[in-house]
């Protein structure tokens, strides 16, 4: 993968949900791309379109117009692998235990179920999660069950993960911790890096801010990662 090569690119991409007089412009023809390494906060109120851009960026939603491309990630699946998304909610599956949840990833890609085990245990050793591996997720605190849910983006050693308010239901301290996971997450394995967040604290350990407002993207004039509206 050449350093400057996109990892995500989109041209003129909208998303609209409903018609006519109900029709919600979520995002308004944002272009943009990501390269390899980036730090960046999407910062915006809720509703300002942040999930549903995150969305698109991650292929899980399709754009009403424009286009979307992975350069850097052609030929492969973009989930799991590549591409790893850590939501508000750390939607850990209730009748796994935590070893169980972090290595699925793995398991859906077709991995033999000790080596996912092994690479589980390593990703949960690097977030200091090594004394949870055998609790099921409703007998975690908040903020472990969030970064358990990074170790689970972790596992398959993505190029670029995304986190959609990661934080949002987080005290500070906690959301601290769980921000600093993902921040060291993605150097360990070498990720870009975008967390979506109104929270003013956490965006401020990220290098680039992104701003929202009403489905529109606008950043400051870029360095290497360009996005505009």
């Known amino acids: 993968m050449s350093p400057s090569e996109a990892l ?6 909208s998303r609209d949900f409903g018609t006519g007089h109900t029709v919600v ?17 999407l910062v915006g109120s809720s509703g300002s379109g942040k999930s549903t851009l995150l969305h698109l960026l991650a292929g899980l939603d399709q754009p009403t117009t424009g286009t979307i491309t992975w350069p850097a990630l052609e030929g492969a699946p973009l ?5 790893a998304v850590v939501f508000q909610a750390p939607s850990l599956l209730p009748p796994l235990d935590v070893i169980e949840n972090v290595a699925l990833p793995l398991v ?13 245990r390593i990703a949960l050793d690097r977030l200091g999660l090594t004394d949870l591996v055998a609790k099921l997720p409703e007998e975690l605190s908040g903020g472990q069950a969030q970064r358990v849910a990074v170790a689970r983006a972790l596992v ?13 239901q987080l005290d500070s301290e906690t959301a601290t911790e769980v921000t600093d996971a993902l921040l060291e997450s993605a150097r360990s394995v070498g990720a870009a890096l975008v967390i ?11 290098d680039q801010h992104w701003m929202m407002t009403d489905g529109r993207l606008l950043v400051p004039e870029p360095a290497g990662d360009q996005c505009s509206a």
């Open 8 to 13: 995500v690119r989109c041209e003129g991409v």
């Open 25 to 41: 412009h979520a995002v308004r023809e944002a272009t943009c791309q990501i390269l390899p390494g980036s730090r960046i906060a």
């Open 79 to 83: 989930r799991p692998g590549p591409i």
């Open 108 to 120: 859906l890609q077709g991995v033999d179920d000790a080596k996912a085990r092994t690479a589980a």
């Open 156 to 168: 398959a050693t993505p190029a670029l993960i995304l986190a959609d308010e990661p934080t949002g």
């Open 196 to 206: 979506a967040t109104h929270d003013t604290a956490v965006a401020g350990h990220l």
